[in-house]
């Protein structure tokens, strides 16, 4: 080896010498830095582990909401079922009172017909009483004047 390359070699190993702290002060903050890292992975995986136990407890969540909307769907078709038998009940007894409802009156409209019916019965008894009693006058009148007749003869006679 000729002494310029060992000049050289010697430059190169006294630059890379004068090199090494900085690149052992730039390897401790990387180490520093890549235990930073190191430590925010091992906080975001915790903080990984509450989501996901959060979502599970979102889940368990959802499940007992399906399970009451279920619940709640089934109470609403009863009901509306229930609704359905109570319209129909409702109807029913509707249609019974208007039947009666129908006989009170087919019952008064007779009564009115036979009231009627006996009022003019009534007034026809009380028209036929009256032209009886007219001819009852008559009769009355003309024995009386017959009568007379016969007095009148029998007292000529005499």
């Known amino acids: ?16 010498e004068a090199g090494q702290p900085r ?7 990387l180490e520093a830095r890549q235990t930073k890292l190191e430590a925010g992975q091992t906080k975001l995986e915790a ?15 959802q499940a007992k909401l399906e399970a009451g909307q279920a619940k709640l769907e089934e109470t609403a078709i009863r009901q509306g079922d229930d609704l359905t038998r109570l ?3 409702v109807m029913a007894r509707m249609d019974r009172f208007q039947d009666s409802l129908t006989a009170i009156r087919d019952d008064i409209s007779t009564n009115y017909g ?17 032209a009886l009693g ?3 006058s008559g009769l009355v ?12 003869l029998k007292g000529g006679d005499a």
């Open 114 to 130: 036979i009231a009627d019916a006996a009022q003019r019965a009534n007034d026809n008894t009380r028209l036929e009483l009256r």
């Open 141 to 152: 009148r003309q024995i009386r004047r017959l009568d007379t007749d016969v007095r009148s």
């Open 1 to 16: 080896m000729s002494d310029d390359q060992t000049g050289r070699i010697l430059a190169i190993v006294e630059r890379l």
């Open 47 to 61: 903080g990984q582990s509450k989501l996901e136990a959060g979502q599970a407890k979102l889940e368990a969540g």
């Open 87 to 89: 319209r129909v009940d």
């Open 134 to 136: 007219d001819v009852v």
């Open 23 to 29: 690149l052992l002060d730039g390897l401790t903050k």
